[in-house]
Each structure stands twice: as structure tokens, then as C-alpha cells.
């Protein structure tokens, strides 16, 4: 077990209840702060690297979003900690009734290559928070930044509690045959499945952020102009590799038309007249991502877009039209700048073709009209929602980021992430004395305890009348 | 194969019917299984007695006041739990709308146990059909009794197609699992919750598993050892000690130990009488293979109370060891019986030790009139809930999560928690298709100045 000393040595370290109290939790936080302001060059330049993320996504995505998390965290800390005191009945009221945060232990967080800061930054920050120990598995394919992850996180972070494992299939496998308390994972539902069994031979508790394909239905009734703008932004930042973002578009084929000249005018907004020479558009992780999604391009017809180039793996926005639910565009989650028109007939159709697919991490719903809007919501079931915009609900931190069924189990960011890496115990601290309140409960039982007890601990339902 | 399939496939069918999501529907599918509760208490009561010995007011007070309790917790409060929580929101956000929506997961699976047979399928159920789940329910076979006339009940009360019931043993159960659900809660022991999570990765279903471990009791010398010996007492013996969260061992200091075999042994001739076998009160071991199992516990084991076994009627008396080794069988698994080990410890910081070296129990007890002490244990400790100079108490108040941590389980429920857990919480947010002008400070060509804003 190549894993099995360092696990040891995190688990001692746990043991030894340093990562408990608030001041290092405090400080550990701070450190990672200071890691994105230090390293801040270092990020963009391999996140360049790895896949041309524009220095305005990547400070974006990677150091502002992650900072607001961070901040939220340290700024709300304190209260988080506490104990949280519950309704007592009758019988308890000079007892105290609270639920505990207790960190699990040793965590594991395995992060992707699309976001490669943020997606194991951002569940560090709750792990540490919630007063865990935690090993960070950084995905191999975004290989400068995992590189730049292993070599300068230990300066900042306690090495004793936080550990960095680089590798591929194979490391990461052996990693999982470790205990840890929890596993947070970030990748497809494939691996997710992978590793959820993994999980439950030590019976590990985990969070799953998977994905799938996110659905952006447009009404008849909008403003072209910002639909196109807000659609275009999300399907093609980070060139389309975005666990959340909009994967196809249905939509009236009168629609489809008035759509196409208002992307088109969309793109050129933001990536000029010929995308590839502008530095605010990103390129494909890998050779095999870019074959992946290249193949993809036969499906429907090009509308916008279309060209490629395999050296600088480079994919143009592009929009097919017309796509039929058969073709390969619409058989598995796109991940590309690569945005497919599914033309359907009326919104009940809309909701049919997507309640008939696997639930996705994130759906979009485009409308002047609200009612639309809360329809669509109200019918369709998703991890989350955003109505007339893309991506923009992951960027509250009061909201709740997680998938159901295929595009994942659990959420994170805020106070949810911290509450993920804890373990809620419910935890009662009676008085000693008051024994005879104790009486009707213990045997020999009689019809008349049973009574004091049933009116002790009954819940009235409000209307009847009662002594309380 | 097929009737597991076309069960779920109706149940599935159902829930997408779109009937099982208004809350007026909701409160009259509870309000029904209240009806069901109270009409046929009698034939509740007697199908507890036949299968664990339970008497009338013991079953009523564990199995039936509990549900009811829970079915009225439900029905009151599930407007406000179903209503959309509006979040705060930031700069960005000001002009939309922010909230966390609450809605159904879908088809969940509800899997009892033989110790609480009747209260560990409807706890679930209330809360899964408060949450507007379709609801498959899986009682323990072995409490073969219990599980007939729940198959026979519900039917009779509750929605056929949402909320059908599953009998059956390992082989029915394997072959349920093999279906996708939206969620699946599990009560039972460690080993089949391995199982049973492995089945559930293969459809990325969430799970909350109940399971078990050895609840340890630690004994301060600074106490008062009749109340805490009457307290502990109720809570080990109670179901003939077939209880999750029933203290399974006690850790004290060696100079206490007789004093708290004394004192056990006067509260059990107080609850159970001189000749425990024939009380009312006192339950039978669920089958003769646990009876087995139990008795085995007892090898080579310093008896200082109890120890008499009729393997005719499941009968094990209640049973105290002391100077038990750490090493012995009756320290390695769950005891789940009405035997009490005790194993001595020189101070807290022992106990403490001894607790964290092994797997995170369900529950964790501490007696001691000493406050400092006490939140100590809670703080140096890990488990899925504790009470301080009680037992079991814990699982009664609806407001704290009921669940386990490692080893002894995931999730949690219980009131709100139970909602919650067979809920989809979905981030919701509703913007204008107007306000452009904000947005342009987010699309490219973008300067990083920009982003300072």
C-alpha cells in the first residue's frame, strides 16, 4: 500500500487534535489566502499553459471566486463552530440540546482539470475549516498547474495534516484503497461510480459533484440580443470545459433563426472577428479531449464556427444547427465550445425532452416571461437552477452547488461546504437530578406511566388544547 | 427479477404522475397513516409481542407514541419546511431572486430492522412522503410478524402504487438493490451496509445508513451512581438489549465497580421482579441464532450478575461481567443483548483513549457530576450523537439529527432531518432578461481592471 504511511502519518496527526481548535483553523485558511496572492502569476501562467485559460477567466474563476469562499469562511468561522442549540420538550427543559460540528478525520478531495485551483481549493477551504485533515489528489491531465499545486501548497499548509498525491488511474486507485472519513470528488459520473464503491468498503461517507448535459431552454418570447450574450458567455468560457455549462439549446425553429445572427454578433463581441487570435478564448486540455470533441462536429450543421486546429488544439465557437436527439452531440455531455440547436415545437415539449434524460447539474431557462420561467423550474428537476442566465447561481455563496442522481449526491460552497466536512452530532447533556420526572418510564409498566409519558412527550398538533 | 422491477417501475410511474408533490396530498397520506396508527394499535401491539415479546405499554411507548409523535411533527410543520428559503444575495444578485427550493428525490427505499420493527420502516416512511418521495418499504423479515401486517397495512391505508411494501428475506432484498433509486435508507449492521452502499454507487444513489458499533458508557467517580446506574439500567436492558444505541459497555475506575453492580442489580429487581423470566416486562432475544450468538458472548466471562439462558424461549437473563480484557469476543462486535461488560480504566484520559481506538460508535454515554468532564469527553471524542448522564435520550428530541459516523453510519434523520435527507435541496436563482449593462463587466474582451470593480 504505497499511500499507507502517508494516511498513517495524516491520521496521527488528527489524532492528535491539532487541527482542531479555531486559531489553526484560522490560520491554515489565511495561509491558503496567502498562496493565491503569492502564487497568483504562477496560476495563470499554468493554467495558461494547461489549456489557455485567458488570464481574465483564470483570475476570475481561480483566484477571485475561491478568495470570496475563503473570505466567507473566515469572516463566518466562528459562528459555524458553535454549537447549535435545539427545541427541548417538557421533560428537558434544564437539560441542554445541541448538535455538535465534529470534523471527520483524514478527507480526501480528488479534483478535475477544468478548474484546477478552484476545484480543490474551494472544498479545502470547508475541510479545513470543519478541523480536518485532508489529502488533495489534483488531476494529472492539467498537468503545470498539478505540478505548481505539489511543489508550492506544502510551503504554506501544515505538511503533518495536509498532503498533496499527484498521479494518474493508477495512484489514484491505490490512494482509494485507503480509509479516509470522507472522499470529495469532482469529475464524470463514470469515475464517480468508481469511487463511491471504493467508498463503501470502508464505508465512507463522500460528495459526489459529477455532470451531465445541462439543458438551456429559450422561449419565444425574449430578448435575443442579452439571451445570446448571457448563453454565449457560458457555453464558451474556459472554451466550454465547465462542468455547468450550457450544454444544448432547445428551442422553435423560428427561434433557432432569430438566435443564430444574434450569437454570431455575440461572439465576435468577445472573441472579434476571428476568435482563435484572441486572448480571451481558451484551447482543449488535451489531444484526446480535442479528437473527442472534434468527432462531434458532424452532428446537425455548422452554423457559426466549425473550425479547428489540432496543433494549437484550438475548437472556434461554434453552433450546429438543427440537431437531431440521435446524433453524437447529443449522446454524451459536450465539455467544448460547441453549442447544438435541438429544435422542438413548444415548451411542453421542451420539458418532455428533458425530463426524459438524466437529471443535469444545472438547468437554464430563458424567458421575458416569468411564468415560463417557473414552469420550466416547477417541471423539470436539476441539481440547480438559473433563470435568464447562465453559470451565475455557483456564484452566490448562500446557494447550495450540488447535483442529483447522475450529476451527483451532496453540495459545497459557503457555509454548505463546511457543514459537508463536519459530522452533525446530536448530542443531549442532562441534569442528574429530577429522577422521579424518570419514573413513568421505567418498568414495571402500568397504563398510568404510559399515560404521564404519552402527555410528556406527545407533540400537540396546534388547535387542540394543551397545558404548554 | 420482474416483480422487483415492475413494483418500483409503478412506484416510479406514480411519482412521475406528478401526484405524490402537493402538500395537500402529502398531509393526507400521513393523516391516513395516523388513522392506520391508531385503529389498528391493537393488532400492532400483538404482532410486537409475537415477534420480540414487547409488551403493551413498553411497545407503545418505543414503537407506537414515537410514530405519532413524528406523524404530528410532520403534518405541522411541513409547510414550512417544503417553502422556498430565500438566501442572501451580493451586488450581482440584488435584483433577482435567491432561494433553495425544496423538492422530492424521487423513488426511495426504505429498509428496516428486526429490533424496532414497526417505528424503523414508518420513521422513514413519514419523512420520505413529507418530502413527496414515492416510497418502496422493506420491513426485516425477521421480524416476520411485524413485516406481514405492514405489507397488510399499508395497502389498506396508503397509496398502493406509491408506497408499496416488499417482503422478503436476503434473496428479495439483493434483487431490490439491483434497481435504481433516488435514495435509499438502511438500518441495519455494518456489514450489510457495505453491501448496500456498493449497490447504491452502481446508480450514484445517496444513502443514509443506520448502523451499529458498540456504544460505550464511561462511569465518573464523581457521580451519582444509583440515579446513573437506574438510568443505565433502563437503557441496556430495555428490548432485552437489542437497542442501537443501547449502551453496549461501561468503562469505570476499578473502585467503583462493585458499587455499580450493586446498584444494577437492585434496579433490575426493581423493574423485573425477584424471577426477571416471568415479568411482563422483560423481552425474549429475537431467534434462536442470535440467542446463540449472545450466549457465546458469556465464555470465560466473570459473571457477577445474571447468566442464566433457556434457549427454548430466547430467554437471557440480564447479565452483568466484570474485569472484562479489552481483548475477550464480548469486546470485539456488537453486543446487542442484555449483557453487560464492564472494563475498568484508571481515569477519563483512559477512557477517552480507549474509546478513539476503536471504531466511531452510535452513541457515546458519560456519567459525572463534573461539567469540565463532561465536555471534555464530548469534545475529545467522536460519535453519531451522546447524552451526558442519560441514555438513549438523544434519539427522542426530533430537533437533533439521529445518524451515525463512520463505521456506525451516514446521514441522519428524525423531524426535520428525516425532510430534509429524502429532499433535493435545488439553488434557485431568477434573473431578468433586462439589467444588461451589469453583465458587461463579466464578458470578454475583459481587462482585469474590470474585475476590480
Known amino acids: 500500500n504505497p499511500y499507507g504511511g502517508l494516511v498513517s502519518h495524516l491520521r496521527a496527526s488528527w489524532l492528535s487534535g491539532k487541527t482542531r481548535p479555531m486559531e489553526y483553523r484560522v490560520a491554515q485558511l489565511e495561509a491558503l489566502g496567502r498562496f493565491l496572492d503569492d502564487k497568483k502569476q504562477e496560476i495563470l501562467e499554468a493554467t495558461e499553459l494547461d489549456m489557455g485559460k485567458p488570464s481574465f ?165 425574449c430578448d435575443v440580443t442579452n439571451v445570446a450574450r448571457r448563453v454565449a458567455w457560458g457555453r464558451f468560457f474556459n472554451a466550454g470545459q465547465t462542468c455547468i455549462a450550457p450544454d444544448y439549446l432547445l428551442c422553435t425553429i423560428e427561434m433557432q433563426e432569430k438566435l443564430m445572427p444574434a450569437l454570431r454578433q455575440a461572439i465576435t463581441e468577445f472573441f472579434g472577428p476571428n476568435p482563435q487570435e484572441s486572448p480571451d478564448f481558451g484551447r482543449i486540455v488535451s489531444d484526446k479531449q480535442f479528437q473527442r470533441l472534434r468527432a462531434l462536429l458532424g452532428s446537425g450543421r455548422v452554423a457559426i464556427g466549425g473550425q479547428t486546429d489540432e496543433a494549437e488544439r484550438y475548437i472556434a465557437p461554434t453552433v450546429l444547427a438543427d440537431v437531431l436527439p440521435s446524433d453524437p452531440a447529443m449522446q454524451e455531455e459536450i465539455f467544448g465550445p460547441i453549442l447544438p440547436i435541438v429544435v422542438i415545437a413548444n415548451m411542453d415539449e421542451a420539458i418532455d425532452f428533458i425530463n426524459a434524460r438524466p437529471r443535469p447539474l444545472a438547468l437554464y431557462a430563458f424567458s421575458c416571461d416569468s411564468k415560463i420561467v417557473n414552469q420550466v423550474l416547477e417541471r423539470t428537476s436539476s441539481g440547480g437552477f438559473c433563470g435568464n442566465d447562465t453559470l451565475m447561481h455557483v456564484t452566490l455563496t448562500s446557494l447550495p452547488f450540488g447535483g442529483i442522481g447522475n450529476s451527483g449526491l451532496g453540495k459545497y460552497h459557503g457555509k454548505f461546504t463546511f457543514d459537508t466536512f463536519s459530522h452533525h452530532r446530536g448530542c443531549l447533556h442532562r441534569n442528574m437530578g429530577l429522577e422521579t420526572l424518570n419514573t413513568p418510564r421505567y418498568p414495571p409498566y402500568t397504563q398510568q406511566k404510559l399515560g404521564l409519558l404519552t402527555s410528556t412527550f406527545e407533540v400537540k398538533r396546534r388547535g387542540t388544547c394543551t397545558l404548554l | 427479477m420482474e416483480r422487483m422491477q415492475q413494483i418500483v417501475g409503478r412506484a416510479r410511474a406514480a411519482f412521475k404522475s406528478g401526484r405524490s408533490r402537493p402538500l395537500e396530498f402529502r398531509i393526507q397520506q400521513l393523516k391516513a397513516l395516523e388513522r392506520m396508527v391508531q385503529e389498528k394499535e391493537k393488532e400492532i401491539l400483538a404482532a410486537l409481542k409475537a415477534d420480540l415479546n414487547k409488551c403493551g405499554p413498553n411497545a407503545y411507548s418505543h414503537e407506537i407514541l414515537g410514530v405519532l409523535r413524528e406523524l404530528d411533527l410532520a403534518m405541522e410543520k411541513l409547510p414550512s419546511w417544503a417553502a422556498p428559503q430565500p438566501v442572501k444575495k451580493n451586488l450581482l444578485t440584488m435584483r433577482d431572486e435567491a432561494y433553495i427550493g425544496y423538492e422530492p428525490l424521487g423513488v426511495v427505499l426504505v429498509i ?87 449497490a447504491a454507487a452502481k446508480h450514484l444513489t445517496p444513502v443514509t445508513l443506520e448502523l451499529g458499533g458498540k456504544s460505550p458508557c464511561y462511569i465518573d467517580k464523581d457521580c451519582d451512581l444509583a440515579v446513573a446506574c437506574r438510568r443505565i439500567t433502563w437503557g441496556k436492558y430495555m428490548n432485552c438489549g437489542q437497542t442501537c444505541i443501547a449502551p453496549d459497555y461501561i468503562l469505570c475506575d476499578p473502585s467503583i465497580q462493585s458499587k455499580v453492580v450493586e446498584n444494577i442489580k437492585a434496579t433490575l429487581k426493581e423493574f423485573y421482579g425477584e424471577d426477571v423470566k416471568s415479568s411482563p416486562d422483560y423481552e425474549r432475544i429475537i431467534n434462536q441464532r442470535h440467542f446463540r450468538r449472545v450466549k457465546s458472548l458469556l465464555e470465560g466471562q466473570k459473571i457477577a450478575h445474571g447468566g442464566e439462558t433457556d434457549e427454548a424461549s430466547c430467554f437471557i437473563a440480564p447479565t452483568i461481567l466484570t474485569d472484562v480484557s479489552p481483548e475477550s469476543k464480548v469486546m470485539e462486535e456488537e453486543i446487542f443483548g442484555p449483557v453487560l461488560p464492564i472494563v475498568t480504566v484508571r481515569s477519563v484520559e483512559e477512557a477517552i483513549e480507549f474509546i478513539n481506538s476503536r471504531e466511531k460508535p452510535l452513541a457515546l454515554y458519560v456519567f459525572s457530576n463534573n461539567k469540565q468532564l463532561i465536555r471534555r469527553v464530548i469534545a475529545e471524542t467522536s460519535s453519531g450523537g451522546m447524552t451526558a448522564n442519560d441514555v438513549l435520550m438523544h434519539s427522542v428530541l426530533p430537533d437533533l439529527p439521529f445518524g451515525g459516523v463512520g463505521h456506525s453510519g451516514m446521514g441522519a434523520y428524525h423531524g426535520k432531518h428525516s425532510f430534509e435527507t429524502f429532499s433535493h435541496r435545488r439553488a434557485c436563482l431568477i434573473k431578468d432578461l433586462r439589467w444588461e449593462a451589469v453583465n458587461k463587466l463579466r464578458y470578454p474582451p475583459g481587462s482585469l481592471e474590470m474585475l476590480h470593480l
Not at chain 2, 416488499?166 to 438500518?187: C, I, K, N, S
Open chain 1, 57 to 221: 477567466e483564470a483570475f476570475f474563476s481561480e483566484i477571485l471566486l475561491c478568495k470570496n469562499e475563503l473570505n466567507v469562511t473566515l469572516n463566518n468561522l466562528c459562528h459555524w463552530m458553535k454549537d447549535e442549540h435545539v427545541d427541548k420538550n417538557l421533560v428537558m427543559q434544564l437539560d441542554s440540546a445541541f448538535i455538535r460540528k465534529d470534523p471527520y478525520g483524514v478527507v480526501l478531495i480528488i479534483a478535475p482539470w477544468n478548474y484546477p485551483i478552484h476545484l480543490f481549493l474551494v472544498p479545502l477551504i470547508g475541510a479545513i475549516a470543519a478541523g480536518n485533515c485532508a489529502i488533495i489528489k489534483p488531476s494529472e491531465i492539467s498537468k503545470n498547474t498539478e505540478r505548481l499545486i505539489a511543489e508550492t501548497l506544502g510551503c504554506y499548509l501544515d505538511s503533518d495534516c495536509f498532503a498533496v498525491v499527484t498521479g494518474g488511474v493508477p495512484e489514484t486507485t491505490r490512494l482509494l484503497e485507503n480509509k479516509f472519513d470522507y472522499i470529495f470528488f469532482t469529475g464524470s459520473p463514470s469515475v464517480g461510480r468508481i469511487v463511491m464503491t471504493a467508498a463503501a468498503k470502508h464505508l465512507t461517507p463522500l460528495t459526489l459533484e459529477l455532470g451531465g448535459k445541462n439543458p438551456c431552454y429559450v422561449s419565444d418570447t
Open chain 2, 112 to 198: 428496516g430492522a428486526w429490533n424496532y420493527p414497526f417505528v424503523l420502516v414508518m420513521q422513514p416512511l413519514i419523512g420520505a412522503i413529507a418530502a413527496g418521495n414515492a416510497v418502496v418499504v422493506k420491513p426485516s423479515e425477521v421480524s416476520e410478524n411485524t413485516a406481514r401486517l405492514v405489507a397488510e397495512l399499508l395497502p389498506q391505508y396508503l397509496d398502493k402504487e406509491l408506497y408499496p411494501v416488499v417482503t422478503g428475506g436476503v434473496p428479495e432484498t439483493t434483487e431490490l438493490l439491483t434497481q435504481r433509486f433516488d435514495h435509499v435508507l438502511y438500518t441495519g449492521n455494518s456489514t450489510v451496509g457495505r453491501t448496500v452502499m456498493a
